[in-house]
């Protein structure tokens, strides 16, 4: 990869994109058959550096980064020197002096680890800033796509929820729109910021318009502690009036798959018998997540170096 850093997908090229892909494919292959997977990060040490909960994000780069043979150390904004008063760049320059090569971090303001990455000499990896982006997440949304249909140009893929809190739903447009796939959008409106059509997305009037012909449905969270009270009435009336339920799903394609980031709100964004369902791909996401971040550690780090 060209630059130091991952911030996001708007500005990473197709050509990058492809790679991290191709090279993620490789690493699932790995993780399933339980092979042995490269020293590439031998001798690296990496900081997963978390201002806001993870589950997924952080135990996955925390597995990807130790599968690849590097030191791997966690530091929670609840636990650190963040509750002293430490600014960001701070206690960036401090982990740089420890000669850290890579960190990993997930910060509530949008553009924090674009500051962070301007300041230190390590690779920084946005694993999600603010409403901002969250370019790991959609990549491997995009290795999930690629390994079930082969492809990603052409695809249809349909995204329901709350859209206008998502870093999740900003960088999977960046991304599949790059590969040549199409996205259709729908939300209630005052969860729907203004500008997404120019950026490429198809906003719908409908659930069934969304859906229709799609090839992926993926549902978002609503995200209730980035909102104020109002955007809509309650979570009941959301899941019957917004949410994907089977009777929505007839509208896609037959051999269509439902995905989702997680946390997932059982009954909310979709039903529980979509989550799981046979056509639910949220368990292989998770896979998906280690292997697509044991190949951005990788490329960024230069290449693969074998044991
Ligand atoms: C997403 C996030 O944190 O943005 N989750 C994740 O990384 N798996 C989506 C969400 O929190 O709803």
Redesign the pocket.
Known sequence: MKEKDLLGLLYLPAEEIEELLNLGLKMKSILKNGEEAPCSLKDRRVITLFY??????RCSFEFAAGRLGAQVVNISAATSSVQKGETLVDTGKTLDAMKTDFIVI?HPMGGAPALLAKTVKAHVVN??DGMNE?P??ALLDMLTMKEHFGKIEGLKIAILG?IRH???AKSNLFGLKKLGAEVTMYAPKTLLPDGLDKMGAKICSSREEAVEGADVVMG??I?LERQKSGNFPSLKEYAKFYGVNEEIMRHAKPHAIVMH???VNRGVELTCGLIDGKQSYIEDQVLS?VAVRMAILTLLNGEERSC
Request: glycine share 14%.
């Open positions: 806001e909960n993870s589950t997924r994000t997930r694993a999600g969250h790991s997440q709350d998502s870093r999740v978002l969270r995200q980031p997680g946390p997540g």
